[in-house]
């Protein structure tokens, strides 16, 4: 089973509805991120966290909310999807250490706002 | 100006030739790291490093931190190397990664 799991893997939704995409890691790592992809943009940080009680934005957070509901589990939502939130996004987990440790990527869910 | 650039954005190779890929930054950094990521979209790490050199396989990245400036080497390629290859540090003052737009390589049998 793979360590980094991110659901659904697809979603196509509508302007205006709220959104949740979900990930859940066995790798017991205490740092889970949010990204989104965008074509010729790169990956880009929506939010982080170090650990259960410690939630971060990044430089794209507008839009986006998230929970940590575990030390395994970290939830992004788009509380009233956009079109321009159309993209790839991605969770991924690492260990805590300075400097960064490796992080490992979840397979991405593809979203499409209409 | 972007912090991490990356050159060249796309890349075509012919099975066999030896493949560099460049990464260059502006921030004081703790650590680079190379990641590779499939056609299909996902991503995986390939190195993590603070200093000189690192092989595994094939491929071999080094660094020159007071050049702020490193490399990913691929030898021998294989079609099977074809993926969009995305360099990121890791800046002192950060928690967290800042990536490169990647490059995209190619290699043709």
């Known amino acids: 089973d793979a360590d980094v799991t991110q659901t659904p893997r697809n979603r196509i939704t509508k302007t205006g509805k709220r959104i949740m995409l979900e990930c859940s890691q066995t790798k017991g790592h205490d740092r889970m991120y949010w990204y989104r992809q965008d074509p010729g943009l790169g990956l880009r940080l929506i939010y982080y966290s170090f650990d259960v009680k410690d939630i971060n934005k990044g430089e794209i957070s507008d839009g986006y909310s998230v929970s940590r509901q575990a030390q395994a589990k970290f939830s992004l939502s788009l509380e009233s999807a956009i079109p321009n939130q159309t993209a790839l996004y991605f969770c991924?987990?690492?260990?805590?250490?300075?400097?960064?440790?490796?992080?490992?990527f979840g397979p991405g869910t593809r979203l499409l706002v209409l | 100006k972007n912090e991490v650039e990356q050159s060249p954005q796309n890349l075509t190779a012919q099975e066999g030739e030896f493949i560099t890929i460049n990464c260059s930054y502006s921030?004081?950094?703790?650590?680079l790291h190379w990641l590779q990521q499939h056609p299909g979209g996902g991503i995986v790490s390939l190195f993590m490093l603070s200093s000189g050199k690192k092989k595994h396989g094939r491929l071999i990245a080094t660094i020159n931190i007071q050049e702020k400036h490193s490399s990913l080497h691929i030898t021998a390629s294989h079609p099977r190397d074809s993926a969009v290859y995305i360099c990121?540090?890791?800046?002192?003052?950060?928690?967290?990664?800042?990536f490169g737009k990647g490059t995209k390589l190619s290699v043709k049998p």
């Open positions: 990121a540090v890791d800046g002192r003052s950060q928690g967290n990664l800042i």
């Open positions: 991924a987990t690492s260990l805590a250490g300075h400097p960064q440790e490796t992080q490992y």
């Open positions: 921030v004081g950094i703790s650590a």
